[in-house]
């Protein structure tokens, strides 16, 4: 049981290229999330999806895009790169019920130059 | 909107010996939960304990404990007989029982140095 998977685990980006990170979770969640992780700084939502065809805003949105085809996938999009989203971005899942925990992949760092 | 503050960015306590991290946050909900996550350098993020609102008694895993303050609106985490593996990132988190979404809200961490 793999958990939540995150690739890639780095990556250098130039400004205003794009790139897609990848998470997929094999354990049937509806609910997933992305969060960024600034230096010193908690975790702060980017975007949620509830379940497959479903998405929503997060606190810190601009600047990315999501979708979510399949229960599994919840691939994030940065169409421009801009050096204010050099972070350590987290995707989580969950299921569909208030007492239990989410589960955490292991982060992507990303540095945009 | 709710907030989560640790006011402690760094923490050091010298093994075997306790420690406490401070966690406050401001809600004007009653039902919710609230969350100690480790972050080792590894940037796994690992729960560590969880303690439910409508629940007056504190979490307890092992080693590591809460006390929960509701009227306070404290959450603080104390680790007894502390080892070196338990140098890391600490975040405390909020998530509300009402709010569907079942996301977190998180505070800014605490670094804990635990000294040989």
């Known amino acids: 049981n793999a958990g939540v998977t995150q690739t890639p685990k780095f990556r250098i980006l130039k400004i205003g290229q794009s790139m897609t990170l990848q998470c997929t979770q094999d354990m049937n969640h509806n609910y997933m999330y992305w969060y960024r992780q600034d230096p010193g700084m908690g975790l702060k939502l980017i975007y949620y999806s509830v379940g497959a065809g479903i998405t929503d805003k997060g606190e810190v949105p601009n600047g990315y895009n999501v979708s979510r085809s399949t229960t599994e996938d919840f691939p994030l999009r940065l169409e421009l790169a801009a050096p204010s989203q050099t972070s350590v971005y987290f995707c989580?899942?969950?299921?569909?019920?208030?007492?239990?925990?989410?589960?955490f992949g292991q982060g992507t760092r990303l540095t945009v130059v | 909107a709710q907030t989560v503050t640790q006011s402690q960015p760094e923490m050091s306590v010298q093994e075997a010996e306790t420690v406490t991290l401070s966690c406050t946050y401001d809600?004007?909900?009653?039902?919710?939960?609230l969350f100690w996550y480790k972050q080792p350098p590894s940037r796994q993020m690992i729960l560590v304990i969880r303690q439910e609102a409508y629940k007056q008694q504190n979490a307890t895993e092992n080693r590591f404990s809460v006390n929960f303050q509701k009227a306070a609106k404290s959450f603080s985490l104390k680790i007894s007989d502390s080892q070196l593996g338990d140098a890391a990132m600490y975040f405390c988190a909020y998530r509300s029982a009402v709010d569907s979404s079942y996301k977190l809200i998180f505070g800014s961490g605490t670094r804990l140095l635990v000294r040989p």
């Open positions: 809600t004007s909900e009653s039902d919710y939960y």
């Open positions: 989580a899942s969950k299921i569909n019920r208030g007492n239990t925990e989410a589960f």
